[in-house]
């Protein structure tokens, strides 16, 4: 949904924000759909399981969000590697540091005022501007969350629920988008 109150600078901050929200549900929605054990199937030897790629989300969501204005976003203490490996055994252990890791990021949003995004950061000691920081790090997201959605779609095999709209229902779902929103947009 989009707003059009405030200034650009707010527009964009909770732009941004329902972005990431996007995404972490629409992740949430496809592991939903599977049961505890296939969280830790990876395609093949050279893929990562979901659990995995979870952690990693985490891990990385972790570095460049805590102190996100004011320390480098690689953290010293960040073992990215360890990210990628699977430890966690049970569904309750994935998702508490998956949600770990997406509680830092919202905080860190919901703190940041329009004066924020002139701001320069640094990732790797690279400078980045707040704004490109912030897409750099939605596009990894998205990214993830769209090797989450395969690989869950694939392993759920006949019993997947579509998570936006099933093939052939464009038609019914702009029908009642119109009806929905009135006949703008026709």
């Excluded at 949430?28 to 296939?38: H, R, S, T």
């Excluded at 050279?46 to 972790?62: D, E, F, Y």
């Excluded at 703190?111 to 897409?135: M, Q």
Aim: overall charge negative; glycine content about 6%; hydrophobic content about 35%.
């Amino acid at each position: 949904m989009s707003r059009s109150d405030g200034t650009v600078s707010e527009q964009f901050l909770h732009s941004i924000l329902e972005a990431f929200r996007s995404q972490k549900r629409m992740a949430e929605k496809a592991i939903a759909q599977l049961p505890d054990e296939e969280l830790h199937i990876p395609l093949d030897a050279n893929t990562n399981s979901i659990c995995v790629i979870m952690k990693h989300m985490s891990g990385n969501l972790r570095s460049r969000f805590t102190d996100f204005l004011t320390t480098d976003g690689d953290k010293p203490d960040r073992d990215r590697d360890s990210e990628f490996v699977d430890e966690h055994a049970t569904r309750e252990q994935i998702m508490a540091h998956w949600e770990g890791g997406w509680r830092v990021l919202f905080e860190a949003l919901e703190s940041l005022r329009p004066d924020d995004l002139t701001k320069v950061v640094t990732i790797r000691l690279e400078p980045y501007g707040v704004i490109d920081a912030l897409h750099r790090s939605l596009a990894h997201a998205g990214y993830h969350v769209g090797q989450i959605v395969q690989l869950a779609r694939y392993l759920a095999k006949d019993e997947w629920t579509t998570l936006t709209v099933p093939r052939g229902g464009s038609e019914a779902y702009n029908r009642a988008m119109r009806e929905k929103h009135g006949k703008r947009g026709q």
